[in-house]
């Protein structure tokens, strides 16, 4: 098992940087793919980005460009570097973990961008 503890959320204007972290509560040597995902009410959650042990990373059309997916694995933590924030990407985000093809999510922390 692997907890996921998000932070890093807040209320920024547009055009504003915001930087997400993903702390594990175990190491995540071993956990092939990471990830951030984001929800709105109603809607269903969507990739943001995602990162691989070796270092590929995989981003949505939405985002490329302005948002960036990192992790250290010594710290057992992933990062989500977000800047040029848009109104659109208020939701709250959330990290993934597979592990034993078994999934693990944290709490979620809300962003919220101010037009």
């Known amino acids: 098992q692997v907890q996921l503890v998000e932070s890093g959320g807040g209320l920024v204007q547009a055009g504003g940087s915001l930087s997400l972290s993903c702390a594990a509560s175990?190491?995540?040597?071993?956990?092939?793919?990471m990830a951030w995902y984001r929800q709105n009410p109603g809607k269903q959650r969507e990739l943001v980005a995602a990162?691989?042990?070796?270092?590929?990373?995989n981003y949505a059309d939405s985002v490329k460009g302005r948002f960036t997916i990192s992790r250290d694995n010594a710290k057992n933590t992933v990062y989500l570097q977000m800047n040029s924030l848009k109104p659109e990407d208020t939701a709250v985000y959330y990290c993934?973990?597979?592990?034993?093809?078994?999934?693990?999510w944290g709490q979620g922390t809300q962003v919220t961008v101010s037009s």
């Open positions: 175990r190491s995540i040597n071993s956990i092939k793919t």
């Open positions: 990162i691989t042990s070796d270092g590929n990373t």
């Open positions: 993934k973990a597979r592990l034993n093809y078994v999934p693990y």
